[in-house]
């Protein structure tokens, strides 16, 4: 089944094949209410009562092409390891469960490597879900029960009148103020970190910047975009209070007009440690690897910030593969991994139907 998919080419929004795939295999393996939502994701569910838990996945890859084959104990292909390895351990775990024994939403989404669309439908959705799981090579030993948040910004310098470069006193140059704007909020934010683990630390990127019109004149305007990500215990606010106080700081002192935008504003997420999805997980990981995971903190961010800020639940990012081979010219997968992954699902639904009742019966 996962050879099938790779041999899909589904970079993002061109995942309609691989969902009508799925939408086939869901049928035959029992799944009931399947069907491809309006912006191409496909939702399908298993069993009944509660808990009920959404194990979500992507479609999508980066672009470009890899041959899939099955060899040394590893299956090659664009998508082996991110991240449908993943999401088809789920699907094949999600069949497992039988009624009574809780429910599952099985969702396969569209475009997480672009501008998340299929995951932002979903939340619309309002699903009724107690958890929820997103399929994403963590592996199998290792359980990521926390994404930083981001602010992406675009900050416009303008400085009203140029000069020409061999007389560059007669006027401010827009790309110059631009860089003391951008270290000075990377100064401010950056601040008073030392000693903190990487995965705990604010941090401000300039990744673009554009201006000036002539090799040989001064720039009148520049916007520069920076890249914030935003530890557990911060959130978007009090980052944008603090951005919005360096640049009118800088602004007044250096004498020029300077606005910024925000791109995109993400909170930053992490699940309960103690919660019946993060238990689950860790006994199913230990029934089949007999080793206790390691529960991590990712410096990046991901769909599950998306889904466990709306909806207030419990979610962890989970799935076999190395996320140092995504996005790489040979993407592959441990098959044996893969296998033992379907399993830790099978064990972690088994496990989550008794400590959610333990849970809710505990007044919890």
């Not at 979903?122 to 029960?145: H, R």
């Not at 020029?256 to 992490?270: C, G, K, M, Q, R």
Request: aromatic fraction near 4%; include cysteine.
């Amino acid at each position: 089944m996962l050879e099938k998919a790779l041999r899909l080419y589904t970079p993002s929004l061109s995942e309609k094949a691989l969902a009508e795939f799925l939408a086939d295999k869901c049928d035959d393996l029992g799944f009931e209410n399947i069907h491809i939502d309006e912006v191409g994701n496909l939702i399908a569910t298993k069993g009944s009562g509660s808990p009920k838990i959404l194990l979500c996945g992507h479609m999508d890859t980066v672009p470009g092409k890899i041959k899939v084959r099955n060899e040394n104990g590893h299956i090659y292909g664009r998508g082996a390891s991110d991240a449908k390895a993943p999401l088809m351990s789920m699907l094949l775990a999600a069949a497992s469960v039988q009624n009574s024994n809780g429910t599952v939403v099985f969702a396969a989404v569209v475009d997480e490597e672009g501008n998340a669309t299929g995951i932002k439908s979903l939340v619309k959705q309002k699903l009724d879900i107690d958890y929820a799981i997103f399929g994403e090579p963590s592996g199998i030993k290792n359980i990521t029960i926390a994404y930083k948040g981001r602010i992406a910004i675009n900050l416009k310098i303008n400085v009203g009148d140029s000069a020409h470069a061999s007389a560059p006193w007669l006027a401010k140059n827009a790309i110059e103020e631009s860089y003391i704007f951008t270290t000075a909020i990377k100064k401010a934010l950056e601040g008073n970190q030392e000693g903190k683990p990487k995965s705990m630390m604010l941090t401000a990127v300039l990744t673009e910047i554009k201006g000036g019109t002539s090799h040989n004149v001064t720039a009148v305007e520049c916007d520069a975009i920076m890249d914030i990500r935003i530890p557990v215990d911060m959130n978007c606010k009090m980052v944008g209070e603090k951005i919005a106080t360096t640049v009118q700081e800088v602004a007044k002192k250096q004498g020029v007009n300077a606005f910024y935008s925000i791109l995109d504003e993400t909170e930053p997420f992490e699940a309960p440690h103690t919660s019946p999805l993060v238990r689950a997980l860790t006994l199913g990981i230990l029934d089949v690897e007999k080793a206790r995971p390691q529960l991590i903190r990712k410096t990046g961010t991901g769909d599950m910030n998306i889904i466990g800020n709306a909806l207030s639940i419990p979610v962890v990012t989970y799935g076999p593969g190395d996320p140092h081979a995504s996005h790489t010219i040979d993407e592959h997968v441990s098959s044996d991994e893969y296998l033992r992954s379907i399993e830790v699902f099978k064990r972690m639904l088994d496990h989550l139907k008794r400590l959610h009742d333990n849970h809710i019966g505990s007044g919890k």
